[in-house]
């Protein structure tokens, strides 16, 4: 089993998407437990199709993909926000236009490309064996930022949570806090796509919070849960990729939803042996 995990890891490109799925997954589980407990994976989802077309111009015109899906991710934000508190639209009817909007935009964009089936592939769904030490050292600026983030708010994001006018009368700022909180996250889409793709990193915002939320309860140990359950779907992802020749973003995100449900149905069997103990 150990020369497995040794075989796998022993190539340095493996090594390097190790490492940068790891800090991906610092950054997408510190933000996925607030988007997790305040009910915002669908907005979450938009957000990472909503980088699509600032990476596609920046593979079409030959810039950074970074700054493009920063620039994206920012105006995104901001059209969220705006669609929330400004328009009679439902906030998730507007979420929904902008999510299918963007992603059809990038798709256009991408299609001036000569390359445009290798550009689509590599931009939905990443390319986890080709990241960089460039790539690596991005992320790890973006995950400190998240975090330095998300400690410094941690009051504004949990008053939040709980009661939007509450926070407003102990002088929070809500509307603050929820651009702040968009800011993060679309710092964080943009840390996690070179390794796993706008498409699939859905799966590490939401997996591993969602399956730290079964287990614990207090909110900063559900994200030190969360990043220990998103570094076992990484590591499991890359063995499973690397033996059997599968997609490795893809793979990580299959097993990290996987892990919720597997959570899932043993903190159900726990609940049902207790009911039953106590009836007995």
């Given at each position: 089993?150990?020369?497995?995990?040794t075989?796998?890891?022993?190539?340095a490109?493996?090594?390097?998407?190790?490492?940068?799925?790891?800090?991906?997954?610092?950054?997408?589980?510190l933000?996925?437990?607030?988007?997790v407990?305040?009910?915002l994976?669908?907005?979450?989802?938009?957000?990472?199709?909503g980088?699509?077309?600032?990476?596609?111009?920046?593979?079409?015109?030959?810039?950074?993909?970074?700054?493009?899906?920063l620039?994206?991710?920012?105006?995104m934000?901001?059209?969220?926000?705006?669609?929330?508190?400004?328009?009679?639209?439902?906030?998730?009817t507007?979420?929904?236009?902008?999510?299918?909007?963007?992603l059809?935009?990038g798709?256009?964009?991408?299609s001036?490309?000569e390359?445009?089936?290798?550009d689509?592939?590599t931009l939905?769904?990443?390319?986890?064996?080709?990241?960089?030490g460039?790539?690596?050292?991005?992320q790890?600026?973006?995950?400190?930022?998240?975090?330095?983030?998300i400690?410094?708010g941690?009051?504004?994001?949990?008053?939040?949570?709980f009661?939007?006018?509450?926070?407003?009368?102990?002088?929070m700022?809500?509307a603050?806090?929820?651009?702040?909180?968009?800011?993060?996250?679309?710092?964080?889409?943009?840390?996690?796509?070179?390794?796993?793709?706008?498409?699939?990193v859905f799966?590490?915002?939401?997996?591993?919070?969602a399956?730290?939320?079964?287990?614990v309860?207090?909110v900063?140990?559900?994200?030190?849960?969360?990043?220990?359950?998103g570094?076992?779907?990484?590591?499991?992802?890359?063995?499973?990729?690397?033996?059997?020749?599968?997609?490795g973003g893809?793979?990580i995100?299959?097993?990290s939803?996987?892990?919720?449900?597997?959570?899932?149905?043993?903190?159900?069997?726990?609940?049902?042996?207790?009911?039953?103990?106590l009836t007995?």
């Amino acid at each position: 089993m150990l020369d497995l995990v040794t075989e796998a890891f022993e190539p340095a490109f493996m090594q390097r998407a190790l490492l940068g799925s790891l800090v991906a997954v610092v950054a997408t589980s510190l933000v996925g437990t607030w988007v997790v407990l305040r009910g915002l994976a669908f907005l979450g989802d938009a957000l990472a199709h909503g980088v699509i077309p600032g990476i596609a111009l920046a593979v079409l015109w030959g810039f950074s993909p970074v700054i493009g899906a920063l620039a994206a991710a920012l105006v995104m934000s901001g059209a969220v926000t705006l669609v929330s508190t400004r328009s009679a639209v439902r906030e998730d009817t507007g979420i929904g236009l902008l999510f299918v909007g963007m992603l059809s935009l990038g798709v256009i964009i991408v299609s001036r490309s000569e390359t445009f089936t290798t550009d689509v592939t590599t931009l939905l769904f990443g390319d986890v064996l080709g990241v960089t030490g460039a790539d690596i050292r991005g992320q790890a600026v973006a995950a400190a930022v998240v975090l330095v983030v998300i400690v410094l708010g941690h009051r504004p994001f949990l008053a939040l949570t709980f009661n939007r006018d509450k926070a407003a009368t102990l002088g929070m700022h809500p509307a603050l806090a929820q651009a702040a909180l968009l800011a993060v996250l679309a710092v964080s889409i943009v840390a996690s796509f070179q390794a796993i793709g706008t498409l699939l990193v859905f799966g590490l915002l939401v997996g591993p919070p969602a399956t730290a939320s079964l287990l614990v309860r207090r909110v900063p140990l559900m994200m030190v849960t969360s990043v220990a359950a998103g570094a076992v779907a990484v590591v499991a992802g890359l063995l499973v990729s690397f033996h059997h020749g599968t997609a490795g973003g893809a793979t990580i995100a299959a097993v990290s939803v996987g892990l919720f449900f597997v959570v899932l149905v043993g903190v159900e069997l726990r609940r049902w042996q207790q009911v039953r103990t106590l009836t007995t």
